[in-house]
């Protein structure tokens, strides 16, 4: 089992940032990314962006150029800065333990791998107009 803890959500305005923290613990060794999903009301889950440990990344082409992902493997934490924020990111935050890499290469049917992931218990951003 792997625990995600996530950190950081909170209200914003538009054109401002945040940064999000999530810190795993538990059997990591079966992680092959971790990366964080949104989930806006009434809209599917999203992937928002990843990253391997080896530092390999991707980003849903709504957030390149604004948002950053990156991790410190000795603290088996990920981070999301997210910057030049707008209303559409308002969304619950996810963290995410992937342990097939569907969130690096993403597959037709993502959703069919969600099952074999492990998440975090959300934290909501909020950005204001």
């Known amino acids: 089992q792997v625990q995600l803890v996530e950190s950081g959500g909170g209200l914003v305005q538009a054109g401002g940032s945040l940064r999000l923290s999530c810190a795993a613990s538990?059997?990591?060794?079966?992680?092959?990314?971790m990366g964080w999903y949104r989930q806006a009301p009434g809209k599917q889950r999203e992937l928002v962006a990843a990253?391997?440990?080896?530092?390999?990344?991707n980003y849903a082409d709504s957030v390149k150029g604004r948002f950053t992902i990156s991790r410190d493997n000795a603290k088996n934490t990920v981070y999301l800065q997210m910057n030049s924020l707008k209303p559409e990111d308002t969304a619950v935050y996810y963290c995410n333990a992937d342990r097939t890499l569907h969130t690096i290469v993403v597959p037709s049917n993502p959703g069919n791998y969600y099952g074999m992931d492990y998440w975090g218990k959300g934290t909501l951003v909020t950005v204001s107009s």
């Open positions: 990253i391997t440990s080896g530092g390999s990344t």
């Open positions: 538990g059997s990591i060794f079966s992680i092959n990314a």
